[in-house]
């Protein structure tokens, strides 16, 4: 379903990101490739076609760049 985007800007202030925390991101794909005892994932981006994947490397080198991101449609609302 399509939404229309809104007419102003909100007012935005980005929150501060924890170390360990990764920004919940719609266009993210993890996949994971070990299970146990400590699970390793492959973190991809889908932005903005969701066709071609961009590779980001494991969860830890994912995280800077994730949470450096500053498209607005993408983090969930909750996140913001």
């Known amino acids: 379903?399509?939404?229309p985007?809104?007419?102003a800007e909100p007012a935005y202030t980005?929150?501060?990101a924890l170390e360990s925390h990764i920004r919940r991101c719609t266009f993210r794909r993890?996949?994971?490739i070990e299970?146990?005892?400590d699970a390793v994932y492959d973190?991809?981006?889908l932005f903005p076609d969701r066709?071609?994947?961009i590779p980001l490397g494991d969860l830890e080198?994912?995280?800077p760049i994730c949470n450096a991101c500053t498209a607005r449609p993408v983090f969930r609302p909750d996140e913001d």
Request: net charge positive.
């Open 1 to 3: 379903m399509a939404l």
């Open 5 to 7: 985007h809104p007419t």
């Open 14 to 16: 980005p929150a501060p």
């Open 30 to 32: 993890m996949i994971t």
């Open 35 to 37: 299970h146990r005892p």
């Open 43 to 45: 973190v991809q981006c």
């Open 51 to 53: 066709v071609v994947p």
């Open 61 to 63: 080198s994912a995280r």
